[in-house]
Structure formats: structure tokens, C-alpha cells
């Protein structure tokens, strides 16, 4: 958790504000067959980053290093800047996507700088070593992290409760279409 008051309460807020962002782009969306496409496009693979990293996260127990660790540090916030690109492209809104920079530009460091902060203190020995040698955002295919033997379990995915993420994209495309066919 950030120290001083205004991270505190970008940390605390990032949840409420990220559907904010994802109710403006339903509003302000003007979508078209071909936008659908690939903001869905990228949605999906976005949605895919995020299972794979959840069936390899075990919260605040071991650090994760196996699955898209190996290659970010943060696959989950990689998953939803994806997927925010997916909902930009969908909603074809300037609107969105300067909403977009605010979020993905304001609360997106705030996040992943609280979380480097706790992993630094629930990991003290490994962290920096995991650190020094894995990027902290963007994927990359020669980080220098070995290959870890644990294995994607269905069973951590459903306790990271990634379903309602999917759940919530679906019905994001699903009202993005029918405003594209109605409206």
C-alpha cells in the first residue's frame, strides 16, 4: 500500500476508477463492425495473458516466477493494458482514449510501484535478484529468469477469481455490439 495520502487513495480507488473508465467507453462508443473485431481481438489476448499469470499466482505466499512471470514481472497489469487497447480501438472515442492515458499514465505506475514496494517487503532475499533480471512492465522474451518446473493450475485460477474478468469483457462486447447493431 503507498505511503503518502493522494497513492493512497489512486491505490485504493483503482477498482472504481477503472469501471468508470469502462462505463464511459460503453457511453462514448461509437463502434463499428470492423472495431469490434479487433478491440475484441485484443481483449481476448489480453484475457489470455491474465489466466495464464493466474493459474501460476499464488498471492502473497511464494513469489511468483513460473508462467508470464518469467518474462514481466506485472502480466496481469501487461493483460489489462491489452485489453484497455482492445476497449480504445472498440469504443473509437477520443474520449476514451484520453481517459485511457489518465488511467493507464496515472494509476497504472501507482499500482505497480505499491506492488514492487510490497514484494520487496514479503520477499526481502529473492525479490531483488527476481528483479534485476525480469522487466518490470513489458514482456520480454530474454529476461534472464530460468525455467521454473510449476505448472498453470485451474485450481489458482479460480481462487485469483479471474472469472469475473472474463465475465465482465463478454458483457462489455456484447453491450458494444448490440449499440453497434441498435443504435
Known amino acids: 500500500m503507498p505511503e503518502s495520502g493522494i497513492?493512497?487513495?489512486?491505490?485504493?480507488?483503482?477498482?472504481?476508477?477503472?469501471?468508470?473508465?469502462?462505463?464511459?467507453?460503453?457511453?462514448?462508443?461509437?463502434?463499428?463492425?470492423?472495431?469490434?473485431?479487433?478491440?475484441?481481438?485484443?481483449?481476448?489476448?489480453?484475457?489470455?495473458?491474465?489466466?495464464?499469470?493466474?493459474?501460476?499466482?499464488?498471492?502473497?505466499?511464494?513469489?511468483?516466477?513460473?508462467g508470464p512471470y518469467r518474462y514481466t514481472r506485472n502480466p496481469?497489469?501487461?493483460?489489462?493494458?491489452?485489453?484497455?487497447?482492445?476497449?480504445?480501438?472498440?469504443?473509437?472515442?477520443?474520449?476514451?482514449?484520453?481517459?485511457?492515458?489518465?488511467?493507464?499514465g496515472i494509476f497504472y505506475p501507482v499500482i505497480i510501484l505499491s506492488e514492487k514496494k510490497k514484494m520487496e517487503e514479503l520477499f526481502p532475499r529473492d525479490y531483488p535478484v527476481y528483479k534485476r533480471r525480469v522487466p518490470l512492465f513489458f514482456p520480454s522474451y530474454f529476461s534472464t529468469w530460468p525455467h521454473q518446473k510449476t505448472r498453470f493450475r485451474w485450481e489458482r485460477f479460480k481462487k485469483n477469481r479471474e472469472l469475473r474478468a472474463i465475465i465482465a469483457s463478454a458483457l462489455f462486447w456484447l453491450i458494444m455490439t448490440a449499440k453497434f447493431l441498435f443504435y
Request: proline share 1%.
Open 7 to 66: 497513492l493512497r487513495v489512486i491505490y485504493k480507488w483503482r477498482v472504481r476508477i477503472t469501471m468508470l473508465f469502462v462505463i464511459l467507453a460503453v457511453v462514448l462508443a461509437e463502434p463499428e463492425s470492423w472495431s469490434i473485431l479487433m478491440g475484441a481481438g485484443l481483449t481476448v489476448l489480453g484475457l489470455v495473458v491474465r489466466t495464464w499469470a493466474c493459474g501460476h499466482l499464488e498471492k502473497e505466499r511464494n513469489l511468483t516466477t513460473s
Open 76 to 104: 496481469l497489469y501487461f493483460g489489462n493494458l491489452l485489453i484497455g487497447m482492445g476497449v480504445v480501438i472498440g469504443a473509437q472515442s477520443w474520449w476514451v482514449l484520453g481517459f485511457a492515458f489518465v488511467v493507464f
